[in-house]
């Protein structure tokens, strides 16, 4: 798996839109990026993934850039209980060893 | 749809001694992974069970072994505890090998080596 980089740490206030950047530079053509988040005390819980296009589903939305060297996961209305860590990933679904990062601590404040 | 889950909770050992966890995999799903997460950082992968095989390993031990069941649980072992063994265990099952967005991961294991 590619290397990601995201940022330490980031805040948001409740009700507005958070969004996590994530750098992943050498990503290679097969290779989707994953975003997954870690509630406190919970195992790791799947969010959303894409190749080339943007994505969006009940939870979040995924905007890939074009030359696919960077990401964005966005939540749209941020709530207390996104209170997480974030990681972003890059996996060529070969296999389900997944190579999590420091991931982004994403505190939503009220 | 019972989803997956570990025992025990939390649990306490001493260094030198061996250490089994447990993982009941989410029904239908007959691939199991296990990772390792140290305070404060990411889950690292430890090694992978698919239909009873090991399929893919990390950049762990031998002490670090595991094995899974017929009905797909599957136990993690580790002997001569170290203090820094000391993590969050995690497993998580699929329904099968390569695709990581149908992978349910499990609440974990506290273990705490003193």
């Known amino acids: 798996d590619a290397k990601t980089t995201q940022p330490p740490s980031m805040d948001c206030a409740e009700g507005r839109a958070a969004n996590l950047p994530c750098n992943h530079s050498?990503?290679?053509?097969?290779?989707?990026v994953y975003w997954y988040r870690q509630i406190h005390s919970q195992g790791p819980q799947y969010i959303i993934h894409?190749?080339?296009n943007n994505e969006t589903n009940e939870m979040a939305s995924l905007i890939i850039t074009e030359d696919r060297k960077s990401s964005t996961l966005i939540l749209p209305h941020a709530t207390l209980r996104d209170t997480a860590v974030y990681y972003c990933i890059a996996h060529n679904n070969a296999g389900n060893m997944l190579t999590f990062g420091g991931g982004t601590r994403l505190m939503v404040k009220p | 749809e019972t989803g997956v889950t570990q025992s025990p909770t939390h649990l306490i050992k001493t260094r030198g001694q061996q250490v089994t966890l447990r993982c009941s995999s989410q029904?239908?799903?007959?691939?199991v992974s296990w990772y390792q997460q140290a305070l404060g950082q990411g889950p690292q992968f430890i090694f992978q069970?698919?239909?009873?095989?090991?399929?893919g390993r990390g950049n762990f031990p031998p002490r670090f072994s595991g094995l899974q069941f017929p009905n797909y649980s599957s136990e993690l072992n580790v002997n001569a505890l170290e203090l820094d063994d000391s993590a969050l265990y995690l497993c998580a099952s699929s329904p099968q090998q390569g695709i990581a967005y149908e992978q349910y991961f499990g609440p974990g294991t506290r273990l705490t080596v003193t």
């Open positions: 069970y698919y239909r009873e095989e090991e399929n």
């Open positions: 894409g190749l080339k």
């Open positions: 050498t990503i290679s053509g097969n290779e989707y």
């Open positions: 029904s239908g799903h007959n691939t």
